[in-house]
């Protein structure tokens, strides 16, 4: 977290606050604010804003300059003073007021609260729930740990963002983190149904539902299953059909099956350079220090054997016939250069399932990391979908 005068900015919550109130700022913005903020040793050039916020050198300048002129607005500086952001004429800007940065949240996180629920065939499903007001649920994605995940880079601005004003419900599907490992062969059938057992466990009669990368073809198979209890539906980074289910031609084929052969490989050796290969497909906008945490994260979440499963299981799922009998309002969001889900998954997502926006991100990310740009759109669009739902409810019982 960043304070300067009587303003606090605070990158991972996506918040601004003045005086102690939030102050309301559009994703661009606070995007741009941050930016300076972080790189406030120097003056940071208009090219460089461009390209980091619009991932392109050939939008107007004006563009650019209304935003600046938003962010001064929000923060009490203006053009004339110029006492926060400094204009460098025909190079850039600088963030000239003095900063102090905090690594302690503003906010104490609410802690999140462990159970345990028993799927029809007696595998043991851990499942845990944080925050407080509407539900919303996550459903599992790829090596998923309750605990770990909570303090872990890549997930933690996650999970606070999603808890924010809800009450999040999240679990780990069989074969990893705190669910039970030794469970025999994986199916496509008993991760739904572990999604069904969760959601009755935790009394959710009607709720969001969140499907991020294949945890997004479960949430699918669900909302069509269970048309009554799912209010609305996100999909972020999903896809209805996995790389071998989607391989038509000679070629995808055979890249599909090295991509098995890969995983394969490189989970059965404790040589980090194959793993390495995952994890520049997942973040390749990312540091080191952010692929080393993936990759710990993911050598503790589950055994060898299950990552093997799970890789076969996830490259041949198809609820590519489901997605046109989701019958609730439902949002895609894709990073537009993601490696390891095609944007063209994302559109035909978006085609197939009725009432569905699309909404691309300027991002390569697979998960969205917290200091990218595209987190705070990412946040945004998803905060402002899940507050309609909040707002209709609202209406309904007026």
Known sequence: M?????????PQRFELRKAGRPVHVEPQAFALLTYLVRHRDRVVAKTELLDKLWRSRYVSESALTSRVKAVRRAIGDDGQRQRVIATVHGVGYRFVAPVRDTDEPPVARVPQQIRYCTAPDGVRVAYAVSGAGPPLMKAANWLTHLDLEWTNPIWAHWLDTLARG???????????????????????EAWVDDLACVADAAGLERFSLLGVSQGGAVAIAYAVRHPERVERLVLAGAYSRGRSARAATPEEKEEAELDLQLGRIGWRHEDPTFRQVFASQFLPDADRELWDAFNDLQRQSTSTENVVKFLDVFSHIDVSALAPSVRCPTLVLHSRRDLRVPVSQAIELATSIPDCQLRLLDSGNHIVTADEPAWPVFFAELSGFLDAEAAELRTMEA
Do not use: N
């Open 166 to 188: 809800r009450t999040l419900v999240r679990y780990d599907e069989r074969g990893c983190g705190l669910s039970d490992w030794d469970i025999g062969e994986f199916s496509f």
């Open 2 to 10: 960043y304070l300067f005068d009587d303003c606090e900015v605070d």
